[in-house]
């Protein structure tokens, strides 16, 4: 399905970022594993302060023992959409730095360096001709309990992948927003010097 864009971009941003955007309709094919691997495989990737790689991915192909219990700590409102997506992750960042030789501390950069590795995992199912779909209308409490969350890590967010379909699958209500969505002009995002 060809969306048109209507983001205005600097010419040297690369057309896989220029074209990310995050669809609810999805057409509930399957994913192979080997699919999935390979686009955790860049999620893995990702900087992170120490090389801590404090994130760790938890996943349900849609159908399978874990889609209903994984798809359930949605909101009703994204399970509504949701539920025709081909994979469903929730993405968990440790908040310890847990380095090799060192004492284990807070990590400040926790959730900045998993939403390093989404991003990652956002362009790298880009490539490979899938959408993603970040999420944080989630019953977090219930969804560390339910996953087996440790105390020491926070459940940062739920991405859901998949072939996109035609917005005429979305109830009404979500039709008219399945497009690529504007940002703010650069000028806006950048500060020399200070905020």
């Not at 798809?71 to 025709?84: H, R, S, T």
């Not at 001709?129 to 440790?150: C, I, N, Q, S």
Request: glycine share 8%; aromatic share 8%.
């Amino acid at each position: 399905m060809s969306v048109p864009s209507h983001r205005t971009v600097h010419p040297a941003v690369h057309p896989l970022i220029t074209g990310r955007w995050s669809p609810r309709s999805f057409d509930g094919s399957a994913m192979p594993q080997e699919d999935l691997e390979a686009i955790c495989t860049a999620a893995g990737l990702a900087p992170s302060a120490s090389n801590i790689q404090p994130w760790t991915f938890i996943y349900a192909h849609n159908g399978d023992e874990n889609w209903d219990r994984l798809m359930g700590l949605l909101v009703e409102f994204n399970q509504g959409w949701a539920k025709d997506a081909s994979v469903l992750i929730f993405a968990i960042s440790d908040t310890v730095s847990r380095k090799e030789g060192y004492d284990p501390r807070p990590s400040h950069s926790h959730s900045f360096d998993t939403g390093a590795a989404w991003a990652m995992l956002a362009l790298q199912a880009q490539h490979m001709g899938y959408h993603t779909h970040g999420m944080t209308g989630v019953d977090f409490d219930r969804a560390a309990k339910e996953l087996g969350v440790p105390d020491d890590h926070r459940v940062e967010a739920a991405i859901a992948i998949g072939k996109i379909a035609p917005a005429e699958r979305l109830p009404d209500g979500l039709r008219e927003a399945e497009m690529i969505s504007g940002r703010k002009p650069v000028s806006e995002i950048m500060k020399a010097g200070r905020f």
